[in-house]
């Protein structure tokens, strides 16, 4: 529907298109005096880029720098709780034994990963020092720092525990807990180690260590 000036106000008429006498129909104006023009067209006159909104897959937009600039993309992971099944080794009299309960949880943004394990057994062991814990096989690897790439070197630190029950307090404290070159340097391993033996039932470990 065209749209003419009379007078001072808008009037819509459907017939005649061209309006009366003395009337000027706007659009008609437009569009044959004003050329047509892209929405690309004026975004350049306009010195705009518009970013691209499509993003790859597990990734998240940041701006890491000291000013104001358009993000550009870096890693985010976060598979959410799973079961863990891979390598334990206790060092000890006898290793809690029973039904299982185990289960890991990763989270990774850029460049560093925060992790965490569980492990829950239904019978306690004895007399229980060290825990050896196969890094899972979905997390990224660890960068490992300069000098240390020998086997059973520390190259991460976290916090961990031995208990004898889900909801006693520890009544040991745990000397040390990480990240490790396993043996042969051919992967890590999540290290725990108590400050005296304890009969566990459960262990605990969360650890932040960097990746490429």
Known sequence: MPTFIKTGFWENRTLPKQGYKGELNLDYLISTLVPAVTYAEVISALGYTPE???MSAYS????NTNATANATQTTYRSPGIQTYTGSIAWTGTTAPSGATNHSYNWTQIGNLVTLNITLKYAVAGSALTIVL????S????????SG???ASEKLYIGSGRFSVSTTAQSSVSTVEASIRNNNTVTGFQVFIQNAASLGA?????TIQYYTS
Not at 60 to 63: E, F, G, W
Not at 140 to 145: A, D, E, G, T, Y
Request: glycine residues 0%; charged residues 20%.
């Open 148 to 150: 240390l790439t020998s």
């Open 60 to 63: 998240m937009r940041v701006n």
């Open 138 to 145: 979905d997390c990224p690897n660890p960068i490992k720092p």
């Open 133 to 136: 814990i196969d890094l899972p």
């Open 52 to 54: 691209d909104k499509s």
């Open 201 to 205: 039932i459960l262990a605990q470990v």
